[in-house]
C-alpha cells in the first residue's frame, strides 16, 4: 500500500487529514490546478467545522456505520441539518470534547 497516488486506499486507514486532502483533489477538476481554484465554493469540514460520519470514522479509526449507530444512539454528539433522512454531520470540537470527556472515565 505505499504512497503510490494510483493506488486506492480504504478510507477507515486514512487520518482526517488525508480524508480532506483527498475530498479537495476529488473535488477539484482534472486540469484545475489548486492556485487556479476559486477561493469561494463547496465548504469542506475543515472550513465549515462540521464532518462526516466518514470523517468522523477515519478521524476514531472505527467503521463509519459504528459512527452512525452511536449518533443514532444519542452516544456521540451529532446532528441532523435538514429532514429525518439527512446525515449525521458532527462538530470536530464536540468530538473532542466528547473523547475528553470519555478518557477522563465520563459516561459515553
Known sequence: ?????????????????????????????????PKSRPALGVA???RSGFMTAEEVAA????HPQTVRELARKDRIPAIKIGGRTAPYRFRRTSIDAWLDKLEKGGHR
Open 1 to 33: 500500500m505505499g504512497n503510490d497516488p494510483g493506488v486506492e486506499r480504504p478510507m477507515s486507514g486514512l487520518t482526517v487529514g488525508e480524508v480532506w486532502a483527498w475530498q479537495d483533489r476529488e473535488r477539484r477538476a482534472p486540469s484545475e490546478s
Open 44 to 46: 469542506s469540514p475543515r
Open 59 to 62: 478521524y476514531l479509526d472505527v
